[in-house]
């Protein structure tokens, strides 16, 4: 089973990917990851990756292609992926096909997580965590239970993400519908897109996910 999850920062995908890899054994390829690993491991495609990186460029297609295609040959055929953070473009998805195809794979599933904006502002902004034990705690929906006293460790110091702001959260709205009306209408074109209702609790979102798989 192979699926691209979609979903704006904030939306819930990473909470979402590690439980399908946890239910059904698949493997989460975030090209971010998979590009920092393979420059680390000093690979053919990360030494490519790094030279081009070093440059001050962006990563063609070509070397992400190629990462995928490394990564599903080390997976083994009998393990399922989840793409996270590709294709963003519609030569993107082209080539994730042709990637797929020739290994014997196809796309299963495209599930979008549908979130409200002004709820996203809402859920982004009022994150925080302990300074000290990193518990995330919520202006309105999880405060600790004594005022200023983490429940976990005690500490009484409290941070914020700084990009975890109005205007970052709308910017990065827009990034994301930019990047995923391209490729939305090629998946729907086979009847393989599904969406979920990204605002619910988490447990509700991951049911509507496992409806969707079964």
């Known amino acids: 089973m192979n699926i691209i999850l979609l979903g704006p920062p904030g939306a819930g995908k990473g909470t979402q990917a590690q439980r399908l890899v946890e ?18 491991a000093g690979t053919p495609v990360g030494l490519k990756a790094k030279a081009v990186m070093e440059a001050g460029q962006l990563v063609s297609d070509e070397i992400v292609s190629a990462l995928i295609g490394d990564e599903l040959d080390a997976m083994g055929a009998g393990t399922g992926a989840i ?11 082209e080539s994730l096909d042709a990637i797929l195809a020739s290994r014997g794979r196809k796309l299963d599933h495209v599930i979008e997580l549908d979130v409200n904006e002004d709820a996203l502002v809402e859920r982004i902004t009022g994150r925080y965590t302990c300074a000290t034990c990193g518990k995330g705690y919520h202006d309105t929906f999880e405060q600790p239970k004594v005022a200023g006293t983490c429940d976990k460790c005690g500490g009484h110091e ?5 990009d975890d702001n109005e205007e970052t959260v709308r910017t990065r709205m827009a990034e994301y519908r930019a990047k995923t ?4 209408p090629i998946y729907e074109a086979r009847g393989i897109v599904a969406r979920v209702d990204g605002m ?15």
């Open 23 to 40: 239910r059904h054994g698949l493997k989460q390829l975030s090209t971010g990851d998979m590009l920092r690993a393979a420059v680390k």
């Open 158 to 162: 409290f941070k914020r993400r700084p």
């Open 83 to 93: 793409f996270d953070g590709y294709p963003r473009t519609a030569a993107q998805a």
């Open 200 to 214: 619910a609790d988490m447990d509700a979102v991951t049911a509507s996910i496992e409806a969707i798989l079964a």
């Open 181 to 184: 009306a391209p490729i939305l």
